[in-house]
């Protein structure tokens, strides 16, 4: 292979090799991790990056996660990165999503394989950064002022945890001890935090590796596959936009509150299709408000592209190409665009949901045929711990039908790709016990096709802790589509007690808490089921 020209069978093998060293990046983190948030949750995402800090591969993980990942590498290369450095951050405004997600992003240089490069237009140094292995995880606490780093009531972001701007924790090959200790002593749990931060580590290093190898194996070939690969993608997706119908389509949505108030929030979303390309315009979206439902420019990105993706062949190879044709805007200061020291908690996880559900509201008309009906619309958040410990959890719900099948029940939908905790890791590892987990029948909206069932997910508290809930749909149903009928609005119960969709409260022992999910909408006219 030359650099400008890329065989096409190679190329294939090439992106293959590449999507499994994400792939095995995510394995040794799971696999290395303490809390169950990530070994049994996988609440994490892997991927590499070329030197340009395009995207080039990713592992099947979160959506928020790998979207909102291009930021923090961009956040990265900023800061003079040199190969054997590792770099952290959680900083929303500057390359992060919300606090508990931490990136490690991993500088590789030309030298990790033991092969140098002749082209007098390639890298010739060992120091010559080729690409960048990237890991992110939700860790279950990172200080803050409620136990899981989720405060319902938080209005701004010092309230929520420590926030890290891109620092190395490894400098030259060697762990930064000063940076490590810093960050492990404004965290609960840090003897959990220090194995959790170990396991992105050896993930990193193994990404770091195995793209040694492929040097090794490939030389400039490798550096040639990244561009080919992006302009492929780039190439198909531009196709895939040629074909929706052509216009401009709006649509909006709310956030039931934003913690502090009840009041409603909006969402306004303006979609253009024109020429293969995609903008999508959040202008009339509300003004950045007290709470904690604001999310950060890159979450927004992350919820489009996750639409743009689902709406498209889903055989496209996820990349910097996929991306590349798609533009989302939205106005500094808004919901969707907050400046410091705005606190962003519930954006990440909730408002990321809702803006998937207008966006897909949007598209509708160009793709009827791809879009389904509205699913729970919500991640269900629900944290409880102490000083001992903290249990977090998104909970699954109903899916929205689709033109041609029901809405799956009980499932993680949109912006997270999560598994459970299993009942029995959950009592083993916290104070604990799962009085309940069920469907919840018959929540999914009626149609030609149904939606899916949510769940009741209940659990009793066996120590004082403080609970906190980041859910949403508590007061408006997932919409039916094509005539189909609306699902299910979730609910939340302390005790027996109806709470607020956003809550952080102290509880006793013996406390016993249930959220029951949203179902999703139904697709098309119920009489022609």
């Known amino acids: 292979m030359t650099d400008d020209a890329v065989d096409a069978v190679e190329l294939e093998i090439l992106r293959n090799q590449l999507e499994s060293v994400a792939e095995e990046m995510g394995e040794v983190l799971i696999r290395g991790a303490y809390s169950p948030n990530i070994t049994e949750r996988r609440d994490c995402s892997t991927a590499l990056f070329d030197a340009d800090g395009r995207l080039v591969a990713q592992a099947e993980h979160i959506p928020v996660h790998l979207g909102a990942m291009p930021r923090a590498v961009d956040a990265i290369r900023d800061r003079d990165p040199r190969p054997g450095d590792v770099f952290a951050l959680n900083d929303p405004f500057a390359g992060g999503t919300h606090l508990p997600d931490v990136t490690f992003v991993s500088?590789?240089?030309?030298?990790?394989?033991?092969?140098r490069f002749r082209s007098?237009?390639?890298?010739?140094?060992?120091?010559?950064?080729?690409?960048?292995?990237?890991?992110?995880?939700?860790?279950?606490d990172v200080g803050g002022m409620a136990p899981g780093s989720m405060p319902a009531g938080a209005r701004e972001i010092?309230?929520?945890?420590?926030?890290?701007?891109p620092v190395r924790i490894v400098a030259d090959g060697t762990v930064v001890s000063d940076v490590l200790e810093?960050?492990?002593?404004?965290?609960?749990?840090?003897?959990?935090?220090?194995?959790?931060?170990?396991?992105?580590?050896?993930?990193?290093?193994?990404?770091?590796?195995?793209?040694?190898?492929?040097?090794?194996?490939?030389?400039?070939g490798l550096l040639a596959a990244f561009d080919a690969v992006v302009d492929y993608s780039r190439a198909r997706m531009?196709?895939?936009?040629?074909a929706l119908e052509p216009g401009t389509y709006e649509a909006s949505g709310t956030i039931e509150g934003d913690g502090v108030t009840d009041t409603a929030v909006p969402i306004e979303a303006t979609v253009t299709v024109e020429d293969g390309a995609v903008t999508v315009d959040f202008a009339g979206t509300a003004p950045q408000v007290a709470g904690n439902v604001n999310a950060p420019l890159a979450v927004a990105e992350s919820a489009v592209y996750y639409v743009i993706r689902c709406i498209t062949d889903p055989?496209?190879?996820?990349?910097q190409g996929c991306y590349d044709p798609v533009t989302v805007a939205a106005p500094e200061g808004s919901l969707l665009n907050p400046t410091?020291?705005?606190?962003?908690?519930?954006?990440?996880?909730?408002?990321?949901?809702?803006?998937?559900?207008?966006?897909?509201?949007?598209?509708?008309?160009?793709?009827?045929?791809?879009?389904?009906?509205?699913?729970?619309?919500t991640m269900n958040n629900l944290v409880v711990g102490g000083p001992e410990f903290t249990y977090y959890e998104t909970i699954g719900g109903g899916a929205g039908a689709t033109p041609n099948r029901d809405g799956a029940s009980g499932v993680q939908v949109g912006m997270t790709n999560t598994r459970n905790t299993p009942v029995e890791a959950l009592e083993a590892a916290y104070p604990l016990r799962v009085a309940e987990y069920s469907l919840r029948s018959d929540t999914g909206g009626p149609g030609r096709h149904r939606?899916?069932?949510?769940?009741?997910?209940?659990?009793?508290?066996?120590?004082d802790a403080t609970v906190s809930l980041l859910t949403d749909r508590r007061q408006t149903p997932p919409a039916g589509r094509a005539g189909g009928t609306d699902g299910t609005v979730g609910e939340n119960f302390v005790d027996g007690e109806a709470v607020a969709s956003k809550l952080t409260r102290a509880v006793e022992a013996g406390t016993t808490v249930r959220v029951e999910t949203p179902g999703g909408g139904g697709y098309g006219d119920p009489d022609d089921a």
């Open 238 to 242: 531009e196709r895939e936009l040629s």
């Open 315 to 319: 055989e496209i190879p996820p990349n």
């Open 340 to 377: 410091p020291p705005a606190a962003v908690v519930g954006g990440n996880v909730e408002t990321s949901q809702r803006v998937t559900e207008v966006v897909f509201d949007a598209l509708a008309a160009a793709a009827p045929d791809r879009v389904p009906a509205e699913s729970q619309g």
């Open 120 to 140: 007098g237009d390639r890298p010739t140094g060992d120091d010559e950064i080729v690409a960048y292995a990237v890991s992110r995880a939700h860790h279950a």
């Open 451 to 463: 939606g899916g069932d949510g769940l009741v997910r209940e659990i009793v508290v066996e120590t």
């Open 158 to 165: 010092q309230q929520e945890g420590l926030r890290v701007p």
């Open 182 to 220: 810093l960050v492990l002593a404004n965290v609960r749990n840090p003897a959990q935090r220090r194995a959790d931060v170990q396991a992105q580590l050896a993930a990193n290093e193994r990404g770091a590796r195995r793209i040694g190898e492929l040097l090794d194996d490939h030389g400039e």
């Open 107 to 115: 500088p590789i240089g030309a030298g990790a394989g033991g092969r």
